[in-house]
Each structure stands twice: as structure tokens, then as C-alpha cells.
């Protein structure tokens, strides 16, 4: 819905004292880029526009008149320009301010910011025929000096406490930490994430914080961020959280999480319900669980084929990858239970892996094994003169190596 805020709106509400209106009043137009209206810039010179402790308003009241005329107008790009203006003068006015009474604004003005630096730089692509994401990476800068103005209040945080003139800026933490994921992870600037885990965990903020959503959702890119670091013990823990506390009705973020969790939970020997995978839709991930449990290669290796581009844009690829080898190690076992020797041929072995259709001598069957055995996903040796894998003949295939504690 378009904003129609006019200067006495604005003034009217920086005297009302309510924080959350005037965060709602501050929410810019939604923008169309692909509009044809027709827009000139509009500079608006408001003055004596004060809150009620008399501090002046009137730049940040005339930068959000522009950038919201903009916002309506489409053009993304002034829009912008205007904003990042606006939100370096509220940072400014932020720290100065007692309290966090303006917590629930910096929210609005980082949410906008971010908002309109992405439609801005898509609208420069459609223009120049590139996307730098230049004003992505400026709309990074704001957001860290206001996540800095929130951190460095010297005032104790306490959970669940009103906002007041004596409370502490750190309940506007993790909000924007939140956001700042949102960014590296669209900039592909991962190593940046660290810059933000370490203060907010050693405050323990990530626990302390009121909304139980900015809780869900930093866990969400903790997960994330340790999946791409092959931490895969804490991206469960982190992704399991996220999940189990993850509102009952947010079917589209439970969703997203089980987009990562899944993939975690098949390298760590976990194999997701048929049920799960369809009620929440993803259909993609039902063969490859079922060829995992089944050994089947073929069809493994054909449904990684098949959404190779919807497992590479998520970046789960090279982790659907790895459970390869725990198909290997369940086609192998059943090898085993239909010979009912302790003694496999690699002729029997590698007839298996042919009929799946995969051609390999004998020399890469030794080595698949070689990699099983080293795992500890099978328990033996491999007699290279013999040519025969020797398994123990106590629990040759441990579950334990496969589920991981």
C-alpha cells in the first residue's frame, strides 16, 4: 500500500511519544521499477520540524519526503540516494537520543534501506545492462554503523523489558545482525559474518533477545554459515533450533530451513520421512533419500543431474555430493546380504556398480572401498592380489560411523 505521508504527518508523529507509529509512519512506498510514470525530483526544504525533546528532524523528515516520492514514482535508484541520506542522519540522531525508544524506527529505516539498495541495483542492471551491486554494498555500510550504535551502548540489556529513555540500545542488535547475513550472503561476503558472530555471542545476545524471529532467523544463517564451513554438527544444532522454533504457520520459512537441514542431516547419516518431504513440497529431495537408503546409484546420481541447478543456487550441492558415499556404502551392504560371504570379489562388486550403470574397473572399485573402509563405514581389508574385499564378520557395516553423534 502507498505511503501518503505528508511533513505535518511527520511532524505530528515525532511528538507523539509511540515508537511503533512512528516506525509505521517512516515505511516507505512499495516500488514498481518497471513503472512509466512520469517523475521529476521534488527537493523539499521543511524546517523546525523537532521531536519532543526538541531535537531538529527536519533533514530526515525532508530525505524520506524524496526518497518516498521517488519510491512511488519507481524511480529506485533516487529513492535510494535519498534514503542513504536520511539513514546517516538517523544514526547520527540515534546515538545522541537516550535510550532505545527509537530502537523500533532504526528497525524500519535498516529494513527500507536494504529494500531499496537491492530494487536499485536491479534497476541499474535493466539500465546498464550490469549489476555491481554498489549500492548493496553502501546499504552494508549504514547497516553496520547502526548495528555498531546498538552494540556499543554502554547500558545492560534486559530482556523483555519496555522501551524507555533508561533502556539499552542492544535490544536493536540482532534485528539488524539479521539483516547484515541477509547481505553477505546475497554479496557472497561470508568471511564478514564473523565480524558479527563474535560480539553477539560473547554478549549473548543471540539468547537474551525478546523476539522469538530475530532468534529463529540468526540461527537460520548460523546454520548456514557452518554448513559452508563444513561445521556440520553445529549446522544441525543451529538449523534443528531454527526449525523447532520456527512459528507453526510459517510454512514458507520452514521451508527454507529444511532446505539447508536436510542436506546436513543426509551427510550426518539421517534420512528424512517421505511424509516430511512432502508436506512441505520438496519433492526434489524424495529420490535421492530413497536411492540413499536403497544404494541405488543410478538414481542418486540421475536426481542430482536432474536439479543440479536448484541444489547449486541453493549451495548444496558438493554436500549432496558427499552422501554418495554413504549410498556406496548401503549398495555394498547389500552386495553383502544377498552373497551371505564374508568375502566379496571386487568381480561381484563391480558387476553391482555396472548394472547401475557405472563402468569402472576394478582398480576405482579398490579405491571407493579403500575410501568406505577408511570412513569406518565398513569394517575389513582389501586383499589386492586376491582381488576380494575381507569384512569382519562382527558388524562389518557400523550404523554408528553413519549417524554421527
Same mark, same amino acid.
Given at each position: 500500500?502507498?505511503?501518503?505521508?505528508?511533513?505535518?504527518?511527520? !511532524?505530528?508523529?515525532?511528538?507523539?511519544n509511540?515508537?511503533?507509529?512512528?516506525a509505521?509512519?517512516?515505511?516507505?512506498?512499495?516500488?514498481?521499477?518497471?513503472?512509466?510514470n512520469?517523475?521529476?525530483?521534488?527537493h523539499?526544504?521543511?524546517?523546525?520540524?523537532?521531536?519532543a525533546?526538541?531535537?531538529?528532524?527536519?533533514?530526515?523528515?525532508?530525505?524520506?519526503?524524496?526518497? +518516498?516520492?521517488?519510491?512511488? &514514482?519507481?524511480?529506485?535508484?533516487?529513492?535510494?540516494?535519498?534514503?542513504?541520506?536520511?539513514?546517516?542522519?538517523?544514526?547520527?540522531?540515534?546515538?545522541?537520543?537516550?535510550?532505545?525508544?527509537?530502537?523500533?524506527?532504526?528497525?524500519t529505516?535498516?529494513q527500507?534501506?536494504?529494500?531499496? &539498495?537491492?530494487?536499485?541495483?536491479?534497476?541499474? &542492471?535493466?539500465?546498464?545492462?550490469?549489476?555491481?551491486?554498489?549500492?548493496?554494498?553502501?546499504?552494508?555500510?549504514l547497516?553496520?554503523?547502526?548495528?555498531?550504535?546498538?552494540? +556499543?551502548? !554502554?547500558k545492560?540489556? /534486559?530482556?523483555?523489558?519496555?522501551?524507555?529513555?533508561?533502556?539499552?540500545?542492544?535490544?536493536?542488535?540482532l534485528?539488524?545482525?539479521?539483516l547484515?547475513?541477509?547481505?553477505?550472503? =546475497?554479496l557472497?561476503?561470508?568471511? %564478514?559474518?564473523?565480524?558479527?558472530?563474535?560480539?553477539?555471542?560473547?554478549?549473548?545476545?543471540?539468547?537474551l533477545? *525478546?523476539?522469538?524471529? *530475530?532468534?529463529? /532467523?540468526?540461527?537460520?544463517?548460523?546454520?548456514?554459515?557452518?554448513m559452508?564451513?563444513?561445521?556440520?554438527?553445529?549446522?544441525e544444532?543451529?538449523? *534443528?533450533?531454527?526449525?523447532?522454533?520456527?512459528?507453526?504457520? &510459517?510454512?514458507?520459512?520452514?521451508k =527454507?530451513?529444511?532446505?539447508?537441514?536436510?542436506?546436513v542431516? %543426509?551427510? !550426518?547419516?539421517?534420512?528424512?520421512?517421505?511424509?516430511?518431504?512432502?508436506?512441505?513440497?520438496?519433492?526434489?529431495?524424495?529420490?535421492?533419500?530413497?536411492a540413499?537408503? =536403497?544404494?541405488?546409484?543410478?538414481?542418486?546420481?540421475?536426481?542430482l %543431474?536432474?536439479?543440479?541447478?536448484?541444489?547449486?543456487?541453493?549451495?548444496?550441492?558438493?554436500?549432496?555430493?558427499?552422501?554418495?558415499?554413504?549410498?556406496?556404502?548401503?549398495?555394498?551392504?547389500?552386495?553383502?546380504?544377498i552373497?551371505?560371504?564374508?568375502?566379496?570379489?571386487?568381480?561381484?562388486?563391480?558387476?553391482?556398480?555396472?548394472?547401475?550403470?557405472?563402468?569402472?574397473?576394478?582398480?576405482?572399485?579398490?579405491?571407493?572401498?579403500?575410501? %568406505?573402509?577408511?570412513?569406518?563405514?565398513?569394517?575389513?581389508?582389501?586383499?589386492?592380489?586376491?582381488?576380494?574385499?575381507?569384512?569382519?564378520?562382527? *558388524?562389518?557395516?557400523?550404523?554408528?560411523?553413519?549417524?554421527?553423534?
Open positions: 500500500m502507498t505511503n501518503s505521508v505528508t511533513a505535518k504527518d511527520l !511532524r505530528s508523529v515525532l511528538r507523539s509511540d515508537p511503533y507509529r512512528l509505521s509512519t517512516f515505511t516507505l512506498s512499495p516500488t514498481n521499477i518497471n513503472s512509466n512520469s517523475y521529476s525530483l521534488k523539499y526544504n521543511q524546517r523546525n520540524i523537532t521531536d525533546n526538541g531535537e531538529d528532524w527536519s533533514p530526515i523528515v525532508n530525505s524520506f519526503l524524496e526518497a +518516498n516520492d521517488a519510491s512511488k &514514482a519507481g524511480d529506485a535508484i533516487q529513492s535510494f540516494t535519498s534514503h542513504s541520506a536520511l539513514h546517516s542522519k538517523f544514526n547520527h540522531i540515534f546515538s545522541k537520543v537516550p535510550g532505545n525508544t527509537l530502537v523500533p524506527l532504526l528497525h529505516i535498516c527500507n534501506t536494504y529494500q531499496v &539498495a537491492i530494487l536499485a541495483d536491479d534497476q541499474n &542492471a535493466m539500465q546498464t545492462g550490469r549489476n555491481d551491486r554498489a549500492r548493496l554494498q553502501s546499504a552494508v555500510t547497516l553496520q554503523e547502526s548495528f555498531s550504535k546498538t552494540l +556499543n551502548d !554502554r545492560e540489556y /534486559t530482556s523483555n523489558a519496555p522501551l524507555s529513555e533508561n533502556g539499552s540500545k542492544k535490544a536493536g542488535v534485528y539488524i545482525v539479521n547484515l547475513f541477509s547481505m553477505y550472503f =546475497r557472497n561476503t561470508l568471511r %564478514l559474518c564473523k565480524n558479527l558472530l563474535r560480539p553477539v555471542e560473547t554478549r549473548n545476545l543471540h539468547k533477545g *525478546d523476539n522469538m524471529g *530475530d532468534k529463529v /532467523t540468526y540461527r537460520y544463517y548460523v546454520g548456514r554459515l557452518h559452508f564451513e563444513d561445521n556440520y554438527k553445529e549446522a544444532e543451529n538449523l *534443528d533450533y531454527a526449525l523447532l522454533h520456527c512459528h507453526k504457520n &510459517a510454512t514458507s520459512n520452514k =527454507r530451513i529444511l532446505n539447508y537441514l536436510i542436506p542431516k %543426509l551427510e !550426518r547419516g539421517r534420512l528424512p520421512t517421505v511424509k516430511l518431504l512432502e508436506k512441505y513440497n520438496l519433492k526434489e529431495y524424495v529420490p535421492l533419500v530413497t540413499i537408503r =536403497r544404494g541405488d546409484l543410478r538414481q542418486f546420481n540421475d536426481t %543431474l536432474k536439479h543440479q541447478d536448484k541444489f547449486i543456487q541453493r549451495g548444496t550441492y558438493l554436500l549432496l555430493e558427499k552422501c554418495k558415499t554413504v549410498c556406496h556404502r548401503n549398495l555394498f551392504k547389500r552386495v553383502f546380504v552373497m551371505g560371504t564374508h568375502q566379496l570379489p571386487l568381480d561381484n562388486v563391480a558387476n553391482a556398480l555396472k548394472w547401475l550403470g557405472m563402468e569402472i574397473d576394478l582398480d576405482e572399485v579398490e579405491c571407493i572401498l579403500s575410501n %568406505l573402509i577408511f570412513k569406518k563405514y565398513v569394517k575389513g581389508y582389501i586383499s589386492h592380489s586376491m582381488r576380494v574385499l575381507v569384512l569382519s564378520k562382527k *558388524d562389518p557395516f557400523p550404523i554408528d560411523a553413519v549417524v554421527k553423534k
